[in-house]
Structure formats: structure tokens, C-alpha cells
């Protein structure tokens, strides 16, 4: 087993503008106006597609088809025994052409119980550039209250309502689920979330999507709704979600761990990084990775590589900076 670098995936037509700057990051053409998201490492689909959104190799095969070939080799006995052939993770690089539409994720509970999904949507941002978010409700609103907001289409009363945040680049803010949320205009930044694809859309003026219809899961807004956080966080709450030391080991806020992992690793001459299935994503400089088989792969800034477990522990050789997203601990 050996790692493998990733070419770009970037599903066409999204719903919101960008792109450019992850071919800028990547030293690629740009994909069009419309690609803002690269889904590194996916085994899954884009909602309401059968193949859309999954990670095709060099080969032309699927990576979720050779994870199911061999799941020993790609995940290890532990992380099989504790979630079966299922990676437990999905990464993204982010461009965010237009502010994005408020909205929030489901958790597994309602995700399994109203749509019949293994997983339900926690995320985490590793800013890769600075600029503004929206995290959660400064007060608690009623269930009656947000509806109407949406059925209004007020995205001023719904942003207002808002705590809007500055975050730097190198800062990590966690999303857990239920958590209203947006993306600032001009944000590039690298996701780590649960593999689902499940968005509950408050917010589609100005957007190419038809919220009615497709706002809410198909369960209806009074339904949807249900699985979003009506009560107001205070600032010091909100703050407990952003990360500002970001230098060594995890760089998530508590919590997050339940759902997956993520490390931030600086290398200036050779760093050991344990065995296990990863996604990189190589961020700054230029480094090397070499297995314990005697595989060397070049992974300068802007690379994507996803590491089966079979490749062993792994070195990091030359100076530069990479984030290993890995699945949650099995134990």
C-alpha cells in the first residue's frame, strides 16, 4: 500500500460562485465560476447523485470502490471493527466567491431517524485566508420565529441575529451540528467534516438554487428546521469554537474529536507521523513524504494525498507545513 496524490474534484454547477482561488492554491487552470468546493479524498456523493462528489483516482477507478477491495490494508483492523468499511471523512477546500447562504447541518440522531444516513454533518474550517463568519444566534429565538424569518426570505433579521466573527488565517473554527453558519465572501479555507451531504438552506436570495424546493431535505421547513440550534450562544461560547494556536498536535476545539481529527504539522528537517488512514493537504513549502516500504512521494504547497493505513507510519522530510485530517480514534 502506498499513498496517493490526489488530482482536483470539483463538482460543476454548485449553487454558489468560486473557484479561483483553489486553482491559484493548486497551481491549476481554473475549473469555472462555479466549483468553489474540491472534495479531496470522497467516497461520497453529492446529494442526489450516484457518482458526483466521489474521489476518481489516476486510474480511472473509484477510491470508495478500492477501499471496499481491501478495507484491511486501507483502514486497519481497529477502525473496521469500531465503524466497518466507512472512512468517517470527508475533506474539502473551500472558495468562497460569495458570501454563503445562511444555513446548518443535521446531527446523526435526525439524520439517521428522518433521512436514513449513517452520518449526520459536524464540520471544522482551517482558514487558510482571513475574513468574516457567522456563527450561531446571539439570543434565543422561537421555532415560530425562525420559520417565519425564512418563509420571509429577511436575511437581514437573520444575519443581525447573528454573532459575526473575524477569523484569521491559521485559525480553526468548529461547526458542531445544529449551529446556523456562513461563509464570508473571499475565504479560502480547508473543511474537515462527517462524509454526508446535507445542508438545511435558510437563505437562497441571490443564489442559483430554488430554496423552496430544495431548503429544507425534502422533509419540509417545519420539519428541517427541528434540527437547527434555536438558542443563543454567548461570545464566550462562540469563542470556545475558534482555535487560535494552531502550532502542534490537534488544532480543533474540544468536541470535535468524536467526529474526526485534524493536525497541523510544521516541518523543518524530518517529522514522524503514525500510521493510519489520512487525507493531506500540503499548505506551505515543499516536502517529501517517505514510507516505511521505501515509497517517496513530492508534496509541495497546494498537493492533496490520501494515505491508506497498509503504508505505515510515514516521514515528512524538507521544510513546509501540512494538515493530516484523519477519521475519528476507533478507541
Not at 425534502?218 to 428541517?224: E, I, K, R, S, W
Request: hydrophobic share 40%; with cysteine; net charge negative.
Amino acid at each position: 500500500m502506498r499513498p496517493i496524490i490526489l488530482p482536483s474534484n470539483q463538482p460543476a454547477d454548485r449553487f454558489y460562485l468560486g473557484g479561483a482561488r483553489i486553482a491559484a492554491f493548486r497551481g491549476e487552470p481554473s475549473a469555472g465560476p462555479r466549483t468553489p468546493e474540491d472534495w479531496v479524498g470522497s467516497t461520497t456523493t453529492v446529494r442526489g447523485h450516484a457518482t458526483l462528489g466521489r474521489t476518481r483516482l489516476a486510474d480511472g477507478s473509484l477510491l470508495v470502490d478500492r477501499i471496499a477491495e481491501n478495507p484491511i490494508d486501507w483502514l486497519g483492523t481497529e477502525h473496521l471493527a469500531a465503524f466497518g468499511v466507512d472512512t468517517k471523512l470527508l475533506v474539502k477546500l473551500l472558495d468562497a466567491g460569495q458570501r454563503l447562504p445562511v444555513h446548518a447541518h443535521p446531527d446523526t440522531a435526525f439524520a439517521s431517524e428522518r433521512l436514513g444516513a449513517a452520518h449526520g454533518k459536524s464540520e471544522a474550517w482551517f482558514m487558510l485566508t482571513p475574513g468574516d463568519v457567522y456563527l450561531g444566534l446571539r439570543e434565543s429565538v422561537s421555532p415560530e420565529e425562525l420559520l417565519a424569518l425564512v418563509e420571509a426570505q429577511d436575511i437581514e433579521g437573520l444575519l443581525g441575529r447573528m454573532h459575526r466573527v473575524h477569523v484569521e488565517a491559521n485559525q480553526t473554527v468548529y461547526v458542531p451540528p445544529g449551529l446556523l453558519h456562513a461563509i464570508g465572501e473571499g475565504i479560502l479555507l480547508v473543511e474537515v467534516q462527517e462524509p454526508e451531504d446535507l445542508s438545511i438552506l435558510l437563505e437562497w436570495r441571490g443564489f442559483s438554487l430554488d430554496g423552496l424546493a430544495d431548503g429544507h431535505l425534502g422533509l419540509g421547513f417545519d420539519v428541517a428546521l427541528q434540527a437547527v440550534e434555536t438558542r443563543g450562544r454567548s461570545e464566550a461560547e462562540v469563542a470556545s469554537l475558534i482555535r487560535t494556536d494552531t502550532t502542534g498536535g490537534t488544532v480543533l476545539a474540544p468536541g470535535s474529536e468524536r467526529f474526526f481529527r485534524l493536525e497541523r504539522v510544521e516541518v523543518d528537517g524530518q517529522t514522524s507521523c503514525d500510521a493510519g488512514f489520512a487525507v493531506l493537504v500540503a499548505i506551505g513549502g515543499e516536502l517529501t513524504l517517505l514510507t516505511v516500504g521505501g515509497e517517496t512521494l513530492s508534496v509541495p504547497s497546494g498537493t492533496t494525498a490520501v494515505v491508506p493505513h497498509g503504508a505505515g507510519d510515514f516521514l515528512l522530510s524538507g521544510r513546509g507545513t501540512v494538515l493530516i485530517a484523519r477519521p475519528p480514534r476507533a478507541a
